[in-house]
């Protein structure tokens, strides 16, 4: 089948690598598996072999407060398996051109190259940023999940905005001032919470994630992108770090 002719859309196109020493080694890159995993549940997905990179190309349709939700819990997952190593990530939105050939989609052009660059800008301690661009496009939208905060102090950030979701910015405590996942109290709370909204599966898929997730906050972000409606998740969050909060550990 012949190629079809690229389609030129404007669209969200997110950029990651893995920022510190020893991020080429094998554990690194076995553990960013995961990340890549729900990138390629999001979106079209390149890749170096064997490297912690990738750079994930949105459908223009997608909802994209939520699958950035779903991008900012996977690399709270990473950080907290792999510290000191963090995923940095920059988001950027330009136009990029959509082929098809024998049934695939696939995304090259410009936004993909402009999103790589900044991403090699960018502080390496910088989180998910936005680019400009980005920013632009996201003042557009409304019922975003997230705020976007300038980032100040460093010249490498390049007029680039820190993307900050309020629930899962209690992830990122340390280990040691959380609560266990494991805490017996919090997961009978936890699949009696979340069997509200999705039903009998949730006693399921917490043993499941709590095979991953060491600590209840982090929990919470695995658990979370099950729930499909947007207002009946972001409940579920709320109620469950209200819980942890409650129980004084955080």
Same mark, same amino acid.
């Given at each position: 089948?012949?190629?079809?002719?690229?389609?030129?859309?404007?669209?969200?196109?997110?950029?990651?690598?893995?920022?510190?020493?020893?991020?080429?080694?094998?554990?690194?890159?076995?553990?960013?598996?995961?990340?890549?995993?729900?990138?390629?549940?999001?979106?079209?997905?390149?890749?170096?072999?064997?490297?912690?990179?990738?750079t994930l190309t949105f459908a223009p349709e997608t909802e994209i407060g939520s699958a950035?939700?779903?991008?900012?819990?996977?690399?709270?997952?990473?950080?907290?398996?792999?510290?000191?190593?963090?995923?940095?990530?920059?988001?950027?939105?330009?136009?990029?051109?959509?082929?098809?050939?024998?049934?695939?989609?696939?995304?090259?052009? =410009? +936004?993909?190259?402009? /999103? @790589?660059?900044?991403?090699?800008?960018? $502080?390496?301690?910088?989180?998910?940023? !936005?680019?400009?661009?980005?920013?632009?496009?996201?003042?557009t939208l409304t019922g975003l999940p997230f705020s976007l905060k300038s980032i100040n102090?460093?010249?490498?950030?390049?007029?680039?905005?820190?993307?900050?979701?309020?629930?899962?910015?209690?992830?990122?405590?340390?280990?040691?001032?959380?609560?266990?996942?494991?805490?017996?109290?919090?997961?009978?709370?936890?699949?009696?919470?979340?069997?509200a909204d999705i039903g009998p599966f949730a006693s399921a898929l917490v043993d499941r994630?709590?095979? =991953? +997730?060491?600590?209840? /906050? @982090?929990?919470?972000?695995?658990?979370? $992108?099950?729930?499909?409606?947007?207002? !009946?998740?972001?409940?579920?969050?709320?109620?469950?770090?209200?819980?942890?909060?409650?129980?004084?550990?955080?």
């Amino acid at each position: 089948m012949p190629l079809q002719a690229n389609t030129p859309i404007s669209t969200t196109v997110v950029a990651f690598d893995v920022s510190g020493a020893g991020a080429a080694e094998a554990g690194v890159v076995k553990r960013f598996d995961d990340v890549v995993v729900v990138a390629r549940e999001l979106g079209y997905v390149t890749q170096d072999a064997g490297s912690p990179n990738l750079t994930l190309t949105f459908a223009p349709e997608t909802e994209i407060g939520s699958a950035l939700h779903r991008v900012a819990g996977a690399i709270t997952e990473f950080d907290g398996s792999s510290a000191p190593l963090r995923v940095r990530a920059v988001v950027h939105y330009g136009v990029v051109f959509r082929t098809v050939l024998k049934g695939q989609i696939s995304y090259l052009g =410009s +936004a993909i190259r402009s /999103t @790589q660059s900044a991403l090699r800008r960018a $502080p390496e301690k910088g989180s998910v940023m !936005a680019t400009r661009e980005f920013f632009a496009y996201a003042s557009t939208l409304t019922g975003l999940p997230f705020s976007l905060k300038s980032i100040n102090g460093t010249a490498a950030a390049d007029g680039m905005s820190q993307v900050v979701f309020a629930d899962i910015a209690a992830v990122r405590l340390p280990a040691e001032n959380g609560l266990p996942s494991a805490d017996p109290a919090f997961v009978e709370f936890v699949k009696r919470r979340l069997a509200a909204d999705i039903g009998p599966f949730a006693s399921a898929l917490v043993d499941r994630a709590m095979r =991953s +997730a060491a600590m209840a /906050t @982090q929990l919470v972000t695995v658990l979370s $992108p099950n729930i499909d409606d947007a207002t !009946a998740r972001a409940s579920f969050e709320r109620d469950v770090f209200g819980y942890v909060k409650s129980r004084g550990k955080n």
